[in-house]
């Protein structure tokens, strides 16, 4: 049961455009949003996060939205640059009031290539 | 800044060998995890730890074990490799719940 899902598996923009890179998710409980790079042989790596209590969460070029109602989060990147062509991962977890240890697991999801051409 | 290192970049074994895949960790944090990466699948959890000589099962912890005798280190074993366990496997730690976790390099084992 894939709680988090990335359902485009790949994205392809031109370089100074907009990149918009979504995600849903199933569990109401999740709270705690954030989203990661990776690129080839190596590991992912932070790029931002947003919490529940907030709809939007900016650092610099990027920005990412969460609509709790409709249990989705995108991340935007503008103006994409070459050099951000990666993978890019989602990932959820749950509030504190889940207890025990599952508060704090990382769910993610299945990850978007994004391309971005010169 | 954070350091979080794996002890190989690649590995190649034989089907049933014992496996010891280590990761070191250098900001001193309480949290480490586990995970395997696989294409069309994203990472998934295996094994976490909250403290030293604790350990927590992930989301699919069968054929693995961990151990984490120091804080800084957490070891990934498979204690008898099977070809389905081919994968990109990422060690991370955090300071705390939740918080963004730092991953290392990665290890690309392949069992024949």
């Known amino acids: 049961d894939q709680q988090v899902k990335q359902n485009s598996p790949s994205l392809s923009v031109q370089e100074g455009r907009i990149s918009i890179l979504n995600c849903d998710y199933t569990n109401s409980m999740f709270d705690y949003f954030l989203w990661y790079k990776k690129y080839p042989a190596e590991g992912p790596t932070f790029l931002i996060s947003?919490?529940?209590?907030?709809d939007k969460n900016e650092d610099g070029r990027f920005t990412v939205f969460l609509n709790k109602s409709a249990k989705h989060l995108s991340l935007h990147i503008v103006p994409s640059q070459p050099g951000d062509s990666a993978v890019y991962f989602c990932a959820a977890t749950l509030g504190a009031s889940a207890g025990g240890t599952s508060y704090g697991k990382l769910t993610f999801g299945q990850g978007t290539i994004l391309t971005v051409h010169p | 800044d954070v350091k979080v290192t794996q002890s190989s970049r690649y590995l190649v074994k034989r089907t049933g060998e014992k496996v010891f895949l280590e990761c070191v960790q250098d900001?001193?944090?309480?949290?480490m995890f586990w995970y395997r990466q696989d294409p069309g699948l994203g990472l998934r959890l295996i094994y976490f730890?909250?403290?030293?000589?604790?350990?927590e099962k992930g989301d699919i912890p069968e054929g693995y074990s961990v151990s984490r005798e120091k804080k800084e280190r957490f070891s990934l074993i498979l204690e008898s490799a099977s070809t389905n366990q081919t994968s990109m496997y990422l060690c991370?730690?955090?300071?705390?719940?939740?918080?963004?976790?730092?991953f290392g390099p990665g290890t690309r084992l392949t069992v024949l």
């Open positions: 991370a730690s955090s300071l705390y719940f939740p918080s963004e976790q730092f």
């Open positions: 900001m001193d944090h309480e949290n």
């Open positions: 947003i919490s529940s209590i907030k």
């Open positions: 730890s909250y403290d030293v000589k604790m350990k």
